[in-house]
């Protein structure tokens, strides 16, 4: 038995088997935009931990910053000791996302970690209970953002969920698109937005609502401008919380810092995680001061938050993707992975459209039958060809149907081509009539 089998058998045997396996590569070292695996096959990485390594693996400075601060101090709990590098990563945060005139900080250890407190926040700033979310949205796996989450396959057996939580439509302009004109589409579904606040729920009633504008696990749908600008109109005239989920699609991702600022518009509160840290388990809620200062001493927090070592390794690595200029990096990649997609769904059939924002990009695989029907299987075996030939892939999408790219947006020319090389083979000889 290889290296690689070895280590599933393990997991098997010591494992739940709730923890899902997305792949079935092993990693026992990487750097940058390569994973080497248990039986030392070099890997070209396309999933990036889920987003997480924006800046590549094992980044220099952030492995310095880590061995620097673990020598010093590694946990005393912010809430019992104060220490600077939590303050110094909230200035560089506020720096890069301004909420309005003043802007605080609190970080956190995991985007769902972000969610959940962003929620409590919302709610005591608004003296409300209810929070509005969008259909395909994934927001973690705790139970407020598992209710949020919309995919049911990630809540099997796990009800009851929390309650005052409202699912919206998301404006899928091309499964809801009806042949209109995209300016016509939002006309429409800002409509619905507003029949949703006499129909569903009572605005007054309303803390929060939370999008995500380039859905992650959603398939990587981009919400259009017009909506997202209505959507803030609205939360402006009943004084709701505006929430940004930029867990997947943050620092550099979509070519800027945030998804946020293609639209022209700023949120009230945002949330961050993964490529925040470039591996490390960290992530932030940020807003407007007045806002953030809304919850109560104490009912926010938490033991590892905003951990010394995670904040030495977030604040290098910002400051390392800021040297890069890493949303240049994210324009270069983007450019070269949509024209190929484009090229792609030219030849192929089985792809049905190619959608995302930036370097964020993904294709969906549909099925040769009259009705385009959603195609998991082939994602499936996609997937696998790939891995055979030594690139890691994952997939998407309410129906495990779109192929994402997460890669490192410091992956060589080279590696990127190379596995836009399988990518492309092993799909044309997958989906060959």
Known sequence: MDQNSQYHQRRKSVVPRGVGVFNQATAVSAKNATVRDANGRELIDFAGGIGVQNSGHCPEPVVEAIQNQAKKLIHTCYNVATYEVYMELAEELISLFPHGEQTKVMLTTTGAESVENAVKIAR????????????????????????????????????????????????????????????????????????????????????????????????????????VKALRELCDEFGIVLIIDEVQSGFGRTAKWGAYQHYGITPDLSVWAKSMGAGMPIGCVMGRAEIMDSALPGTIGGT????????????ANIRYMKAIDINARAEHVGEIVRKRFEGMKSRIGAIGDVRGLGAMLAFSLVKNTPDRAPDADLAKKLIQACLDKGLILISAGVYGNVIRVLSPLTISDEHLIRGLDILDQELGRLAAP
């Open 304 to 315: 590892y938050l905003g951990n010394p070592v995670c904040a030495a390794a977030a604040l």
């Open 124 to 227: 005591q700033h608004t003296g409300r209970s209810a929070v509005v979310a969008f259909t395909d949205g994934f927001h973690g796996r705790s139970m407020m953002a598992m209710t949020l989450t919309s995919k049911v396959s990630y809540k099997l057996g796990c009800g009851p969920f929390a309650p005052e939580v409202y699912h919206l439509q998301y404006p899928n302009y091309s499964r809801y698109g009806d042949g209109l004109s995209q300016e016509d589409f939002v006309e429409r579904e800002t409509g619905r937005l507003r029949e949703s606040f006499i129909n569903r729920v009572d605005p007054n009633s309303v803390a929060a609502v939370i999008i995500e504008l380039v859905q992650g696990e959603g398939g990587f749908v981009a919400a259009p401008v017009g909506y």
